[in-house]
């Protein structure tokens, strides 16, 4: 696996690649990689000949006071965890290889990064949407790879390719789970191991939530009041929201359907975790 810090190199690498009628694939990440990112590295190599994986911690989708400077990073650990697989290149470029000093332009990003983690984080998806399309400018991959875990940030990423007409394809897979159900995430490494056991209580929410609704319970009100109380029961009181909306837009619903999608926001400890769940 080859590691490129440059624009310039990744930029040839990929087009070579395409110029050769091989089909690129890139997997954009931030890094302290986990069985999460490896589940979309196999997803790349499974479709396509080459694979990029890129690491670069965007401090522009972090507020001014997130965890950018905590945020995990260790390259050498995460260059050891990608070996194994079929990954051709990493792109992992430092600060100012992707923001010149002077940087002001940014993506004004589509409506659907409004509501939840748009109200709680204002200027998040901006620097993550101003991120994405330059990853896809410098690596003009065929199909870009995300998480489910991360739900609304993919449907920002996919409207912004629509709506800007970006010439690449955008595969969601599936968020990956520790056996008791914790949605794999970075920010886990945070977290003790009381604030662990407390954070099981996201994922069995939102599974009693979908449970229900498939038992004949479509209130939204009810729904969400319950996913409330689980919550609680389990110490969590700093619950951003736990909601369920229409999967497609975000738009709050009085009556669930099979287009509905349960997520939650909470902080555990210090700690913000996020996850949600489909209704089919
Ligand atoms: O999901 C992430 O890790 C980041 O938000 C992304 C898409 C790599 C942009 O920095």
Redesign the pocket.
């Known amino acids: 696996m080859e590691v490129i810090t440059t624009k310039h190199e990744i930029r040839r690498l990929v087009w070579d690649a395409r110029c050769g009628g091989r089909r690129v694939g890139v997997v ?3 890094g302290a990689l986990h069985e999460g ?1 490896l589940s979309l590295v196999q997803a790349s190599a499974a479709a396509c000949d080459m694979t990029i994986v ?1 690491i ?3 401090p522009s ?1 972090f507020g001014p006071h997130e965890d950018f400077a905590k945020y995990p990073r260790d390259l050498a650990a995460d260059v050891a965890q990608l070996v194994p697989h079929k990954v051709d290149a990493l792109f992992a470029p430092p600060l100012d290889e992707i923001y010149r000093p002077g940087h002001s332009t940014f993506v004004d990003p589509p409506a659907v990064a409004e509501p939840l983690e748009g109200a709680f984080r204002p200027t998040h998806f901006r ?2 949407a101003t ?2 399309l330059k ?1 896809f400018q410098l690596i003009p991959a065929d199909v870009a790879f ?2 489910q875990k ?1 739900y609304q ?1 993919s449907l920002v ?1 996919r409207h912004m390719v629509e709506q800007l007409d970006l010439p690449i394809a955008i595969q969601v897979c599936p968020t990956i789970r520790e056996p008791d159900g914790l949605a794999l995430s ?1 920010r886990n490494v945070y977290l003790n191991t009381d604030e662990r056991q407390q954070a099981l209580a996201l994922y069995r929410a939102l599974r009693k939530c979908v449970e229900q609704y498939r038992q004949g319970c479509s209130r939204v009100a009810e729904l969400q009041g319950n996913m409330h109380s689980e919550l609680l029961e389990a110490g969590i009181a700093g619950i951003d929201y736990a909601v369920v909306v229409d999967r497609n837009s975000l738009q709050p619903i009085d009556s669930a359907n099979d287009d509905s999608v349960a997520l939650i926001a909470a902080r555990v400890g210090k700690t913000r975790l996020i996850d949600n769940l489909l209704f089919s």
């Open positions: 954009p990440t931030m990112h890129t670069f911690v965007n989708q620097g993550v991120i994405v990853l995300f998480g991360d940030q990423i970075s």
